[in-house]
C-alpha cells in the first residue's frame, strides 16, 4: 500500500539519521556522562508515522471491526534526571489518525497527556541505549462520517530506543513506541468502544540544560 512504502520510507531515512549519528558521536561519547547525571533537564522533540491495531464494538448491534488505522503524530518531551541515568518526566503528544480503508468506521485525532520514567544505559561506545515506561491520558475526537464525537480514557505502554551525542548538550535519538489506549463512545444513541494498539517509530533531536 502507498502509506506502507511511506512508513518503509520514514524508517530508511531515520536509519540514516542514526548511522550519521553514530558517526559523529562516537569519539564524543564522554558527554553524555554529565548530561544523564542528576540535576540535568532533557527537552526533546520527534515526529513519526505509525500503524495501529484497532478492534471496535457496538453491543446494541451485535457489531465488532478491526482492521488497521495510519497515524502522523508529533511530541514534545520533557524529563529531569532523579538519578544518574535515571529520568522522570512528561510527554505532550498530538496523533492525527487515518485508514485508506473505504469501509473503515472513522477517524480521530488524539491529544495524550503522559507521565514516563526513563533509564539510560551509559556504555564505552557512542550509542546510549535507554527503556521506559509511560501512563496518562489519552482525549480523542473520533469522526462518524458527519457525525463526531469527544472522549478522554486511559493511556499506557513503554518505549525502548538508542540515542547519540551530536554535543556535548544535544543528541539525536530513535525509538519504539509502543501505547495502548481505551475508550468509550455514545454516537446517535449507540454505545462504540474503542481499544486501541499504537506501535511507532520515532526519531528526533533531543537537548540537555
Known amino acids: 500500500m502507498r502509506m506502507g512504502r511511506r512508513i ?8 540514516l539519521l542514526l548511522a550519521f549519528g553514530f558517526s559523529s558521536a562516537w569519539a564524543q561519547s564522554s558527554a553524555a556522562v554529565d548530561t544523564h547525571d542528576q ?14 491495531a484497532y478492534d ?10 478491526s482492521g488497521t ?20 518526566g512528561g510527554a505532550l503528544n498530538f496523533t492525527r489518525t487515518w485508514s485508506d480503508d473505504e469501509d473503515s ?4 485525532t488524539d491529544v495524550l497527556l503522559l507521565a514516563q520514567g526513563k533509564k539510560y544505559f551509559l556504555l564505552s561506545g557512542g550509542a546510549i541505549p535507554y527503556v521506559g515506561l509511560q501512563a496518562g491520558i489519552s482525549s480523542i475526537q473520533m469522526d462518524f462520517g458527519t457525525e463526531s464525537e469527544s472522549s478522554t480514557g ?10 547519540v551525542m551530536l554535543s556535548d548538550r544535544s ?13 468509550n463512545f455514545d454516537v446517535l444513541g449507540l454505545d462504540y468502544s474503542m481499544s486501541s494498539w499504537m506501535h511507532t517509530v520515532m526519531a528526533g533531536l533531543a537537548v540537555y540544560f
Open 8 to 15: 518503509c520510507l520514514f524508517a530508511g531515512l531515520a536509519a
Open 39 to 52: 540535576g540535568s533537564h532533557q527537552l526533546a522533540f520527534s515526529a513519526w508515522f505509525g500503524a495501529d
Open 56 to 65: 471496535l464494538d457496538i453491543d446494541e448491534l451485535d457489531y465488532s471491526e
Open 69 to 88: 488505522l495510519y497515524s502522523l503524530a508529533g511530541q514534545v518531551t520533557y524529563a529531569y534526571f532523579i538519578r544518574d541515568t535515571w529520568a522522570i
Open 105 to 108: 468506521t472513522g477517524e480521530y
Open 154 to 163: 486511559f493511556a499506557g505502554g513503554g518505549m525502548v530506543g538508542v540515542e
Open 171 to 183: 543528541s539525536i535519538f530513535i525509538e519504539y513506541n509502543l501505547l495502548w489506549t481505551k475508550h
